[in-house]
């Protein structure tokens, strides 16, 4: 059943990346015919996909992991199979796959986790396995293979189902365990140099003032990142608030202009930002000739994500931050030459990953995955676990989480007695 369960989510995946490519390429050919284009129809997918979403589909707006987290939470049997049913699923994969179609600035890894956990969960039943314990350890397994294939980074499943999803005693320690690496990691580079145990591996960021960089991008990027997941929480600044009742009452209007505003900063900004922003990341991390965004796209990006989540389109957020954070630190590497352009630029996409979901260990582990760079474990893992602390400074709670409480907040409200659990 696992094996069988996994393969699915496997294929689930693959699939869903094949549609929003394939979404968001035709996209770009009609944006390339004119420059025009995604001011009409990014607001009208924007509308439609919040029209769509409400009601019994409301589970399907955002990034699908505060929902996966909820529903492990949740002691009501028929709340967390509502919350994970295979109609919820298919429902969020396509729905995004409009999202990414009209240019929302969104990724599909937060989705694949919903469906992943969707998927194994699913298949459970199917099967007969109903305990509420089993239940649970399926939707894990579902979650982490759902990160794990939407970016090609087994380990950062395994460390994300135990950090963020499974939370409890290893969430609390992520801190401890990082500083007690970081320090021991840093003590061996300095006494033995930089080795690999079967054979040296150039150092990209060596001990001494290109450690600057570490705690620049930590602090700065892990301040952004708070800002943002403070800025899509909708609390609790007042205006803010203001919004989040704007929201309530008028999602259509709200959705309309927020649409219009991502569309808007892409023609007059100069930057291409709707998608992902895969392309634009790897361009800036590969320091490709004639990319000259910047700091410019990195906070275009950060209000075109804001605005798209802010709109309650389906979709996630990893991949979108993880541009941000190397345009961010693309602006910040003229002010640290004492460190490599490129050495900037990743750890800025891990800082700002880590202020943003306040997990530090995942972040480290993803950039890691993505890059294949061993030499940089030690650096990468410092700035995330400064991001972490900077990012608590102006958000106190995990983004992920908060959204999971919310949504169990507002289940306990419309409960009924027999529902109850």
């Known amino acids: 059943m696992y094996w069988g369960g996994a393969v699915l989510v496997g294929l689930a995946a693959v699939g869903f990346a094949w549609l929003c490519d394939a979404a968001f390429d035709l996209f770009e050919r009609l944006r390339a015919h004119h420059r025009g284009w995604p ?16 009601g019994r589909l409301a589970a399907t707006r955002g990034s699908g992991i505060p929902q996966v987290k909820a529903a492990l939470s949740s002691t009501d049997g028929a709340w967390r199979a509502g919350m994970l049913s295979v109609r919820m699923a298919l429902a969020k994969m396509g729905l995004t796959v409009l ?5 929302a600035s969104v990724g599909r890894e937060g989705p694949t986790v919903h469906i992943g956990a969707s998927l194994l969960f699913a298949v459970g039943r199917r099967f007969g396995f109903n305990d ?3 239940s649970r350890h399926l939707v894990l397994a579902g979650a982490a293979a759902g990160i794990a294939a939407a970016f090609n980074t087994p380990l950062a499943g395994v460390v994300f189902a135990i950090e963020e999803m499974a939370g409890g005693f290893e969430e609390r320690m992520s801190g401890v365990l990082l500083t007690a690496v ?15 145990y079967f054979g040296h591996v150039d150092a990209l960021l060596p001990l001494g003032e290109a450690w600057l960089a570490v705690l620049v991008t930590g602090l700065l990027c892990g301040l952004a990142g708070g800002l943002f997941a403070r800025l899509i929480l909708l609390q609790p600044v007042q205006w803010l608030q203001r919004l989040r009742f704007a929201r309530a009452r008028s999602g259509l209007l709200l959705a309309a202009g927020c649409g219009l505003l991502v569309a808007a900063l892409t023609v007059l900004g100069g930057h291409d930002l709707h998608g992902t922003g895969y392309a634009q990341a790897r361009a800036i991390l590969q320091q490709e000739a004639g990319q000259d965004s910047g700091a410019l796209y990195g906070l275009l990006k950060f209000a075109a994500n804001v605005l798209s989540y802010w709109s309650g389109v389906p979709g996630g957020i990893f991949s979108p931050s993880l541009a941000v954070g190397a345009g961010l630190g693309q602006g910040l590497a003229p002010w640290i030459p004492s460190a ?3 050495t900037v630029v990743l750890l800025g996409m891990a800082g700002y990953l ?18 294949a760079n061993h030499s940089m474990v030690i650096p990468i893992m410092a700035t995330c676990l400064v991001a972490r602390g900077a990012s608590t400074l102006v958000c106190r709670k995990a983004v992920y989480g908060a959204f999971a409480d919310r949504l169990l907040a507002d289940h306990r409200l419309t409960a009924t007695p027999a529902r109850a659990p």
């Open 99 to 103: 999202a990414m179609g009209g240019g």
């Open 132 to 134: 509420p314990v089993v």
């Open 354 to 371: 880590a202020g943003v979901t306040q997990a530090p260990l995942t972040a480290a582990v993803i950039a890691l995955e993505l890059t």
């Open 340 to 342: 490599p352009v490129a």
């Open 39 to 54: 001011l009409l129809v990014t607001p009208l997918t924007f509308v439609a996909l919040a029209w769509v979403t409400q």
């Open 182 to 196: 970081i320090v021991a990691g840093v003590t061996a580079i300095g006494l033995l140099g930089d080795y690999a």
